[in-house]
């Protein structure tokens, strides 16, 4: 007798039951019925997770918190300095651990506004840039101080260049860009000022960190003259931003490097790799044949030329434009054929994948990148020429635009223009099935035009033979041939490896 567990999942409750079979016969042992809460919240009909709330408020905690260790450090700056009112460290210590705002008179006075007597840190802000103030004063230098610890309280939005939200790209950049345009020379204290004394809105204005609030910091401080250490010190306490952590960790592992982690999609060499996939595999029958075969070399020199547009996809018809007359090409399962069509194993709708940041790199970099045979340039190691590579990673990792365009200057020795046009490239921050060491083994088989499922077994034959075996040429050229055969011949993976073993042997004979 077989006694078996029967189990129901479901979504809030799992279903059991128990039955003895003897034979054919089923016997019900026992039944029930486990009722659990759900793991998600549903409101009005609509699901979201639980822990997104919590989330939401630790992010705003965070956020709070680093503000205040924001204006703690600009404190600490402007009372080493005589900018405010002095603050000890017990002072500024018991505001951040205890949460007790500091008590002092003298601060109070200085941090509080008055309207009636246009006291407001607008005004300081307007009269850092308007008026040549005396910082041997200290009723002068308190006055800065005052603009300047406004600006650390709001120090406006910053973008991150490798992330591409709404935020950065919607409504908020136009918002900034009208706001730019709306202010002209003034800064934006100036601006906002303006504003305030004719009773009009400030508040729930998007601004820009580098280009309203740094902008107004550096032309106070050259207006008014400050010293060097000071204006360093200060702006490194109002703009510092504390890096985004490494992703690096969730990057998944090769399929066959095991310990290698993912080769991005837009590197040159993996666009390169997935375009000789797709071409390899592209099929052609014209008028004169009677079966589809794989394309010669010069078709598909023509159509490897597709492929390297600045568009990230285009449609197979585009190829199949280049490969055969005009309005004689089609898919070949397609109905109303004629006898003088060209037909291919793709369908012209079909969305292929280009090399649009190979083809911007050709752009800015020329013979460098691609060869007359369209090849990309590359060692016997199969790397990237340098310079390529390090603009590559540069536009893969750097955050700002102006450190990415003074690296274009100083290290890629490009002109001013073309800078302009690098900084633009935005890359994908996705990530392909295979490793960049499996790619480039993979990769010399491809360029000679064998498909994907042959190239992988060709790429591991190194691994698999002896290395003086391997080493000599002729030999490559020789296990290359035979086991293309093999492949296109045998069927079983047993006759595979009898036959790849023949070939060693064989070779051991006659080396």
């Known amino acids: 007798m077989t006694r078996i567990l029967g189990l129901d999942l479901g979504t809030n409750s799992i279903g059991w039951a128990v039955v003895d079979k003897e034979k054919n016969q089923f016997t ?18 609509i699901e979201s997770s639980k822990a997104a709330e919590r ?34 460290e017990s002072d500024l210590n018991m505001w951040r651990f205890k949460k007790v705002y500091p008590e002092n008179l003298d601060f109070r006075k200085w941090w509080l506004t008055d309207d009636e007597h246009n006291i407001n840190p607008y005004f300081f802000r307007d009269l850092a840039v308007t008026t040549k103030l005396d910082i041997t004063k200290a009723e002068d230098r308190y006055k800065l101080g005052r603009a300047f610890y406004h600006i650390t309280q709001r120090r406006g939005f910053l973008s991150n260049r490798l992330e591409t939200t709404k935020e950065s790209d919607g409504v908020v950049t136009s ?17 906002f000022y303006k504003k305030y004394l004719n009773s009009e809105k400030i508040r729930d204005t998007y601004t820009h960190r580098e280009a309203h609030y740094l902008d107004e910091f550096e032309r106070i401080c050259k207006f008014q003259e400050l010293p060097n250490d000071f204006i360093e010190k200060l702006k490194k306490a109002i703009f510092y931003q504390r890096p985004l952590k490494s992703q690096k960790g969730l990057i998944g592992k090769c399929v066959f490097e095991k310990n290698k982690p993912r080769c991005a999609v837009s590197h040159p060499l993996f666009e390169e790799y997935r375009m000789l996939c797709f071409v390899n595999n ?22 490897i ?13 585009d190829i199949a434009k280049v490969l055969a007359p005009k309005k004689q090409f ?31 790199f050709a752009d800015l970099f020329g013979d460098l990148v691609i060869t007359e045979n369209h090849k990309l340039v590359v060692t016997p190691e199969g790397y990237l020429n340098k310079l390529i590579q390090d603009a590559w990673h540069a536009l893969m990792t750097f955050d700002n635009d102006n450190k990415l365009k003074e690296f274009a200057l100083t290290k890629l020795l490009l002109d001013n223009s073309k800078s302009e046009e690098f900084i633009k490239i935005r890359l994908k921050q996705d990530f392909a099935s295979l490793s960049l060491k499996a790619i480039k083994k993979i990769l010399p088989y491809l360029r000679e035009g064998i498909i994907y499922s042959h190239a992988v077994f060709l790429a591991n034959m190194r691994s698999c033979l002896p290395k003086e075996i391997w080493d000599l040429p002729e030999n490559q050229y020789d296990i290359s041939n035979q086991i293309t055969t093999i492949i296109n011949t045998q069927k079983q993976e047993k006759d595979i490896v009898e036959l790849v073993n023949g070939i060693i042997k064989n070779c051991h004979e006659n080396g």
Do not use: W
Request: proline fraction near 2%.
């Open 175 to 191: 918002s900034i860009n009208e706001l730019s345009e709306a202010k002209g020379d003034m800064t934006l204290g100036q601006y």
């Open 305 to 317: 030329e597709r492929f390297f547009l600045k568009r990230e996809n285009f449609e197979f018809e």
């Open 282 to 303: 592209i099929k052609i029958k014209t008028p004169n044949e009677d079966k589809l075969r794989f394309l010669n070399s010069h078709e598909r020199a023509k159509a």
């Open 330 to 360: 089609k898919f070949y399962k397609d109905r109303n054929i004629n006898a003088e069509d060209y037909l291919f194993n793709y369908s012209m709708s079909t969305t292929v994948s280009g090399c649009p940041v190979t083809a911007r």
């Open 28 to 45: 019900l042992v026992d039944k029930g019925v486990r009722i659990f809460q759900e793991g998600v919240k549903i409101e009005k009909g």
């Open 55 to 88: 989330t939401k408020y630790r992010s705003a905690r965070r956020i709070k918190y680093r503000r205040k260790l924001r204006k703690i450090q600009t404190l600490k700056v402007l009372s080493d300095y005589g900018f405010c009112p002095t603050l000890t």
